[in-house]
Structure formats: C-alpha cells, structure tokens
C-alpha cells in the first residue's frame, strides 16, 4: 500500500497505476523488498523479446513506463526517503502503532523528513491506525475481543500540523 506514496501525484497516469499495482501485486504475493522487486522489474524488461512490451505480473506493460516508474522509484528511497525506507526489508510498520494504549499520547515528529517522506509516515499511520480500529470493532461486534487488541483504544484521535500538506481540499 505504501508503494504509491513513493511517487508524486503528476507522475500517475493510468499506465503508471496499472504497472505500480502489478508491481504491489507481485511483491506482496513473494514477499519482495523494494531491491528484490527492482532486480525482478528489471530482469522482466531485459527478457522481453516483444519489443516496447513486457509481461509483469499478469500484465501487459510498455517499457517506457516501467522504466519512468523505476527510476522514480529508485530516486525516491535514494534520496527523498533515505533513512525512512529500508531498500532490503519489506515491512511497512516502523512505527509499532500495535502498543498505542487508551489514554497514551503519542507526538511523532516529521518535520525532518522530506515531503514524500512525511507522506509515507503520516498515510502509514492513519491507515495502520484504521486498521486497528475496524479490527478491534469487528471483533468487539462478535464479542471475540481478547489479547493485545483488547488493549487497543475504541478511539484514535490524530492532530496533525499543516493537514493541508496530507490530504486534498474536499
């Protein structure tokens, strides 16, 4: 999920989209890390012999896209977000947001980060913490709540300076 914050939103056409899904796909299913799935990407356009075409996942892609999309990709966790992704692991929860508990306040500091970097780090958050929250309620629904979710708060609330910069006006 975190794949396309690594990219800016003028760099996602629908071809970029459908080649950054397949690439989702394909590194969820193998468990890759961003290096295993760049090598796998570029092993996949080095075997194509169908000229600006190539098979990834279980797409069709065109090459120049792929390539745009690698190089993006490659400058973003070089650069933009050094020390915030791991190139050789493949989990997306720095944060361990599991040990959040009722009454707990907790400031996570991003201003150090660059802008993709704060992206990635706040849309892991409201979507690791979404997660718990729908979890925790399901299971409470059921009246299966137990163990370390029990502990988890019923409600999360996020501040969060310069909102503007994380989600569009609407």
Do not use: C
Not at 126 to 149: A, H, I, N, P
């Amino acid at each position: 999920g975190s794949l396309y914050t690594l990219f800016d939103v003028e760099d996602l056409d629908e071809k970029a989209l459908a080649f950054i899904a397949s690439m989702s796909e394909v590194a969820r299913a193998e468990g890759l890390t961003f290096d295993s799935l760049i090598r796998k990407v570029e092993t996949s356009l080095r075997g194509s012999d169908r000229g600006d075409w190539f098979s990834f996942g279980n797409t069709t892609h065109h090459k120049a896209t792929a390539h745009k999309i690698l190089n993006r990709m490659k400058h973003a966790i070089a650069n933009q977000l050094k020390g915030v992704v791991l190139r050789s692991e493949n989990t997306d929860q720095p944060i361990p947001i599991h040990d959040l508990r009722a009454g707990q306040l907790w400031v996570v500091d991003i201003t150090q980060l660059s802008d993709k970097g704060q992206r990635l780090v706040f849309q892991t958050i409201v979507r690791t913490v979404f997660q718990r929250l729908e979890e925790r309620k399901s299971l409470e629904l059921t009246g299966q709540l137990q163990g370390e979710l029990a502990g988890f708060p019923k409600h999360v609330v996020i501040f969060v300076d310069e909102l503007n910069k994380f989600v569009p006006a609407g």
